[in-house]
């Protein structure tokens, strides 16, 4: 396969994925999912971030809905992914053949991780091509060291800070692996490194003073939301949780498993080639779950599967990088079997969640938050003559935020953050103190004395024939007025 014939199958495939992946959620799912929804009402108010987040991407978010409507989440997450899956496509160009190339790259649209964010744009997503062109910038520059790929690393970095701040932890790998390997050490001795830390500085700064100016509040926000009580089981068990094991598990069964298998044919690819780069693709992977676990570790806060995306972007590439594959017309056909596979099971997936399971209860997807939306617009209209000026969650916060969105009048949303997760009220042992976490809104648009102003309509989840407003409601807002009038639908409560 020459480089022609390869980049033409690469562009096809992905342009095909793209465009089928954007379409086809917009037509079967009938809501947007909880983090969509909260994009939207941060990019609305158009602040620099969150106390959780940059707010950037939801910017980004809410200026392309109003140019092509509801489809807007589903193309920002098709286009990151493409970015992604280009960056591994070039890295696998430098040191494979064409077809191997192609393969390596194309694994990348296998991950499950990448197929079941298709119907999520969040700060994860976004992280994704920023570090696989992070990744592929400080190759060039560790193999090139031009003046110009320096500069690229640093545009990259500086702007992976305003798609999630873990961007600093991802740098911290890229540092870590040239401080460690003897053969990159040497670039400390030149300019390059010092340009690319004033670049990305520059760039960064308006959130490096905001994140300055709120005494760190986005590294609270894991502390409160899942940090458990730190003792041995606990900082354990962070390790284990939802899967963050799953990735070195992965590698290890590559290294146990692959010399099992013997393909015949004509051998693929330059060894000199690939032992140039193998070592740093190994290298940036173990050191990504590392930067990523210990921290975790040392704080009892187990981290989510998808904060460790950026583990299987490069995976398909090393695995040729340490292997020996060898050219065969079996393995080719093979390798697409194994790609058409996985399309259709990942299509299959995403329609048996959205319709297969609706016998056993209702799905987010099914929920009718437009219709929704509109009884909450009405009521409020039939009593006040103004516009509904906020949605106050007082439980599900995907409840309140569905008619924040679908609202005809585009309220701002308000709720208490920072609410420990299921799993830290599980374990822990003192619950009184994990009630007395700290809980703070959204953003400073959204206070409390913000709602008692400018009044606002209170949604929440409880079965109990809304005979009264949640304690807590009732506690921050004395003067609110029960509406005696269900909203909420029986099937989701």
């Given at each position: 396969m020459s480089s022609k014939h390869a980049a033409f199958v690469f562009w096809i495939t992905a342009v095909l994925y793209g465009v089928f992946w954007t379409v086809y959620p917009y037509l079967i799912v009938p809501n947007y999912q909880y983090d969509v929804i909260e994009m939207f009402f941060i990019g609305k108010e158009g602040v620099l971030a969150t106390f959780k987040h940059p707010a950037i991407n939801s910017i980004v978010l809410e200026l392309l809905y109003h140019r092509i409507g509801l489809i807007a989440p589903y193309l920002?997450?098709?286009?990151?992914?493409?970015?992604?899956?280009?960056g591994v496509w070039q890295l696998s160009k430098e040191f494979l053949p064409p077809k191997e190339a192609l393969?390596?790259?194309?694994?990348?649209?296998?991950?499950?991780?990448?197929f079941y964010h298709s119907l999520y744009y969040n700060h994860n997503v976004v992280l994704i091509p920023v570090w696989s062109l992070a990744v592929l910038w400080a190759f060039y520059c560790i193999?090139?060291?031009?003046?110009r790929d320096w500069i690229g690393l640093g545009i990259i970095i500086g702007l992976g800070m305003y798609a999630k701040m873990t961007t600093v932890f991802l740098v911290a790998v890229i540092l870590a692996y040239?401080?460690?390997?003897?053969?990159?050490?040497?670039?400390?001795?030149?300019?390059?490194?010092?340009?690319?830390?004033?670049?990305?500085?520059?760039?960064?700064?308006?959130?490096?003073?905001?994140?300055?100016?709120?005494?760190?509040?986005?590294?609270?926000?894991?502390?409160?939301?899942?940090?458990?009580?730190?003792?041995?089981s606990n900082r354990f068990y962070?390790?284990?949780?939802?899967?963050?094991?799953?990735p070195v598990l992965l590698i290890s069964a590559f290294v146990l498993l692959c010399p099992l298998f013997r393909f015949t044919g004509k051998h693929s690819f330059p060894l000199v080639a690939v032992k140039q780069v193998r070592n740093y693709l190994l290298g940036i992977t173990v050191l990504t779950w590392l930067?990523?676990?210990?921290?975790?570790?040392?704080?009892?806060?187990?981290?989510?599967?998808?904060?460790?995306?950026?583990?299987?972007?490069?995976?398909?590439?090393?695995?040729?990088?340490?292997?020996?594959?060898?050219?065969?017309?079996?393995?080719?056909?093979?390798?697409?079997?194994?790609?058409?596979?996985?399309?259709?099971?990942?299509?299959?997936?995403?329609?048996?969640r959205?319709?297969?399971?609706?016998?056993?209860?209702?799905?987010?997807?099914?929920?009718?938050?437009?219709?929704?939306?509109?009884?909450?617009t009405v009521l409020w209209h039939t009593r006040y003559p103004q516009s509904l000026p906020y949605i106050v969650s007082g439980g599900d916060f995907f409840l309140a935020g569905c008619v924040?969105?679908?609202?005809?009048?585009?309220?701002?949303?308000?709720?208490?953050?920072?609410?420990?997760?299921?799993?830290?009220?599980?374990?822990?042992?003192?619950?009184?103190?994990?009630?007395?976490?700290?809980?703070?809104?959204?953003?400073?648009?959204?206070?409390?004395?913000?709602?008692?102003?400018?009044?606002?309509?209170?949604?929440?989840?409880?079965?109990?024939?809304?005979?009264?407003?949640?304690?807590?409601?009732?506690?921050?807002?004395?003067s609110a007025e029960l509406v005696p009038q269900s909203l909420v639908l029986k099937p989701l409560l």
């Amino acid at each position: 396969m020459s480089s022609k014939h390869a980049a033409f199958v690469f562009w096809i495939t992905a342009v095909l994925y793209g465009v089928f992946w954007t379409v086809y959620p917009y037509l079967i799912v009938p809501n947007y999912q909880y983090d969509v929804i909260e994009m939207f009402f941060i990019g609305k108010e158009g602040v620099l971030a969150t106390f959780k987040h940059p707010a950037i991407n939801s910017i980004v978010l809410e200026l392309l809905y109003h140019r092509i409507g509801l489809i807007a989440p589903y193309l920002l997450n098709q286009i990151c992914f493409f970015t992604a899956a280009l960056g591994v496509w070039q890295l696998s160009k430098e040191f494979l053949p064409p077809k191997e190339a192609l393969f390596g790259a194309l694994t990348f649209y296998g991950y499950w991780g990448y197929f079941y964010h298709s119907l999520y744009y969040n700060h994860n997503v976004v992280l994704i091509p920023v570090w696989s062109l992070a990744v592929l910038w400080a190759f060039y520059c560790i193999k090139y060291s031009r003046t110009r790929d320096w500069i690229g690393l640093g545009i990259i970095i500086g702007l992976g800070m305003y798609a999630k701040m873990t961007t600093v932890f991802l740098v911290a790998v890229i540092l870590a692996y040239m401080l460690l390997n003897p053969s990159t050490r040497k670039h400390f001795l030149q300019r390059g490194p010092y340009l690319t830390a004033v670049v990305s500085l520059v760039l960064a700064a308006p959130m490096i003073w905001w994140v300055w100016a709120t005494h760190f509040s986005a590294l609270d926000f894991p502390v409160q939301h899942y940090g458990l009580e730190k003792n041995w089981s606990n900082r354990f068990y962070s390790l284990t949780h939802d899967g963050v094991l799953a990735p070195v598990l992965l590698i290890s069964a590559f290294v146990l498993l692959c010399p099992l298998f013997r393909f015949t044919g004509k051998h693929s690819f330059p060894l000199v080639a690939v032992k140039q780069v193998r070592n740093y693709l190994l290298g940036i992977t173990v050191l990504t779950w590392l930067v990523f676990a210990v921290p975790c570790f040392i704080g009892a806060v187990p981290k989510r599967v998808n904060d460790y995306y950026p583990l299987a972007v490069f995976a398909g590439p090393l695995f040729l990088a340490w292997f020996p594959v060898y050219q065969s017309k079996k393995r080719d056909a093979l390798v697409w079997c194994l790609f058409a596979l996985t399309m259709t099971g990942y299509i299959a997936g995403h329609t048996y969640r959205i319709y297969g399971d609706a016998e056993r209860r209702v799905q987010r997807f099914q929920f009718p938050g437009q219709e929704l939306a509109e009884k909450a617009t009405v009521l409020w209209h039939t009593r006040y003559p103004q516009s509904l000026p906020y949605i106050v969650s007082g439980g599900d916060f995907f409840l309140a935020g569905c008619v924040a969105f679908y609202s005809s009048d585009r309220p701002s949303f308000h709720g208490d953050y920072g609410l420990p997760t299921r799993i830290v009220w599980e374990r822990a042992t003192d619950i009184e103190k994990i009630r007395q976490r700290p809980r703070q809104p959204l953003s400073t648009w959204s206070t409390d004395s913000n709602v008692l102003h400018s009044g606002g309509l209170v949604l929440w989840d409880e079965d109990d024939e809304y005979a009264a407003l949640p304690k807590h409601i009732a506690e921050k807002f004395p003067s609110a007025e029960l509406v005696p009038q269900s909203l909420v639908l029986k099937p989701l409560l």
